[in-house]
């Protein structure tokens, strides 16, 4: 989730009163709300999977909620996930406490590693999108992970979505003209990951330029080599406003001796550009959604995929979370809520036309939608579903000789 449901939930507690002060919004009425009528068992996070422990290649959910929102009855944290191929890691996405759950899993894999060394495995980071949900933590993992060993055996590559390079509309509906709101930062109003990047050293500039001098530590901006990812030449395009997704090809982004990680655009307007990765090994292949509504382009990148990580949004909550009558601004933004991400029954669909072999299901909204439901996608889906929680880890290809 991103922008979108913070604002839906935002206007759904202002349509019930409940943001003005004194109002009475007890923390029953927010707890019943936020977590939705129909919301069953909250969501527990579930241990490493042991048996993954035997496999070369492994994926694991290092956080699979979406959104910036805490939801009552749940601990996930926010989405980001791993692969472990061979001696090496690949991080997407760095959501709230990503961090700190990838240092989690290191220890895990690496019982014995030194503090100091935990995230030397830790060979690439890709971004998604730079919706918050997405990034929030990635100050964290570069000044955290400065003392953990991040860029020690060759700089961290951190690859994402470049400049969006003009402003999204602003939220309009029919007959209710909307002024424009004034610009933040009207000097770089939309910056990419380089940019991004930039801005958080300079906001932590005291801090690396204590260490560097007190310390002798390396300068942290030698540590990362970060790179904003160039579109191909796509026919359709007109404008991030016009055509956001338009209909593409998978185009190659980065690659090692371990991985080649292709990319697609997906459906997450007005986000620009908002990827979906596939990363092939010589095991197998997993892809990550990002943020999406159903999308085509999505199906061709995922296409024979051995793992597909899909994004989703439990449309009971909101169809809980704006219930009836609605007025026409209540209305479009509830189709845009759902129009930019994906139904749990909707993420089955698409697993199935892309005839991938195992769905797992993150980037969970609310959080606390339970197993029971998030298994609704089996519906629509014949292959192996896997409702995500934060340390889950699903092993790929053949698992190691004993
Ligand atoms: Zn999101
Ligand atoms: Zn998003």
Redesign the pocket.
Known sequence: ??QEVGHAVQLALSRRGLLKAGAGASVAALSLMLGGAPVTAAAAPAAVDDAAAGFDTRLILLGTA??PAWFPGSSRHG?ASALQVRELTYMIDC?DGAARQLAHALMRASPGAHPFQLLEPLRALFFTHL?S??VVDYNNLLLQGWTAGIGRRQPLDVLGPGPRGELPPTFQVPGRPRAQPDVVFPDAPTPGTVQMTDGIFRAFATDINDRVRDYLWPDVRTLVNVRDIALPPIAGFVSPNQTPAPTMEPFPVWSDANVRVSATLVEHAPVFPSFAFRFDSEQGSVVFSG?TGPCQNLVRLARNADVLVH?VIDAAWVDALFPPPLDATTEALKHHLLSAHTSIEDAGRIAEQAGARTLVLS?VIPHNVGDDRLRGASRHYSGRLVPGHDLAAIGIGRRRAA
Do not use: R
Request: aromatic share 0%.
């Open positions: 989730m991103c979406g959104g989405i959501g919706h949900d997405h943020d994004e980037h």
